[in-house]
């Protein structure tokens, strides 16, 4: 049987469990509050200045409550304790602060190792880096922008639409980071944006593809019909790197999560798209891309040939018929 000593591992953490704090005490009395003169001093103006006292008796700790305004709880109970055997891994919550007890003989998770996606992430929130992806973005955009506009436009016009586009962009990476925050996790904000940014690039990228897809071949070609399960997969990656730097979940919880999200986007975007189109119009529509002739994969026909290869078509259509009606005079 090992020797049974008083040391005692007090952890703070958030409502998520995320760790902000521990500390190690060999000590057979331990306070916490938030006076200066406790061992564990508590920052939450819900909690009162000494607020609960662990005392070890040789065999197990024991907390008490010191008769305080808002009273302690074990985890989400909302039944108060006054007294209670700390076992290893207890959650006790005072005022808004939770506070973990961890005793010596607790196991430990394995040592994980460092995921390449790490490596890949550091890379991205050097500010060197951002920039580069930033200016990549604004530029793609606005050569997109020019390239699709119907009428001409000056440097200027294009211009302010790329920043505006990009300025738009941000918003997501920063809109995470905010919330990252609010749930007390780390914000990562240079993570966020780097990482963002690169898929941003991806997404232009695509659309070019796209139109030049569409621009070359018929709409109802098979691989036109795929190109919208990439758009699916860049939004997927995208979320899930976004939840795996900005919170600290499960693997199950951030596929589902990133799921959700995917299907409420595409969903949504469905839903407004069918709800604009009329029931019945008798004017034409058209589906069609139009892009400047050096985009063209394949060289156009002349004018001389494609009348040469109808008349050659005419002919070969004239003498099957001929061998048609012959036959059938017979």
């Known amino acids: 049987m090992g020797t049974i000593n008083n040391t005692i591992i007090i952890e703070e953490i958030s409502r998520n469990h995320k760790l902000n704090a521990r500390h190690k005490y060999d000590k057979s009395t331990i306070s916490l509050g938030r006076s200066y003169q406790n061992d564990v001093i508590v920052t939450d103006h819900h909690v009162n200045p000494e607020h609960i006292s662990i005392t070890f008796n040789g065999e197990y700790w024991q907390l008490s409550d010191l008769n305080t305004i808002n009273g302690s709880f074990l985890g989400e109970s909302k039944k108060p304790i006054q007294q209670h055997i700390i076992q290893s891994g207890d959650i006790v919550r005072m005022g808004k602060s939770y506070i973990r007890f961890i005793l010596p003989h607790q196991s430990i998770a394995q040592t994980q190792v460092l995921n390449p996606y790490d490596n890949v992430i550091e890379i991205a929130r050097s500010p060197i880096f951002i920039m580069a992806v930033i200016s990549l973005f604004t530029m793609l955009s606005g ?13 200027s016009q294009f211009s302010v639409s790329a920043i505006s586009v990009t ?7 920063l809109g995470v980071s905010l919330v990252s925050h609010l749930t007390k996790h780390e914000s990562r904000v240079w993570h966020q944006l780097g990482i963002s940014f690169v898929f ?49 979940m499960s693997t199950v919880r951030r596929i589902v999560v990133s799921l959700g999200l995917v299907i409420f986007c595409f969903g949504s975007y469905a839903l407004i798209n069918k709800s604009k189109q009329p029931k ?22 002349n004018i001389d040939s494609f009348i040469e290869e109808a008349e050659k078509t005419l002919n070969k259509s004239k003498v099957k018929m001929e061998k048609m009606k012959a036959a059938a005079e017979k």
């Open 200 to 248: 941003f690039n991806a997404f232009l990228l695509l659309d070019f593809i796209e139109t030049l897809i569409f621009f070359n071949t018929s709409s109802n070609a098979v691989i036109t019909q795929l190109l919208p399960l990439f758009t699916i997969a860049l939004v997927f990656s995208l979320i899930w790197l976004n939840c795996y730097i900005g919170f600290t």
């Open 143 to 155: 050569y997109l922008a020019f390239i699709s506009s119907p009428k001409e436009v000056s440097i």
């Open 167 to 173: 300025l738009a962009f941000a918003f997501w990476p």
């Open 280 to 301: 019945f119009s008798h004017y034409p529509s058209y589906d069609n891309t139009l892009l400047p002739p050096k985009f063209l994969l394949k060289s156009p026909t």
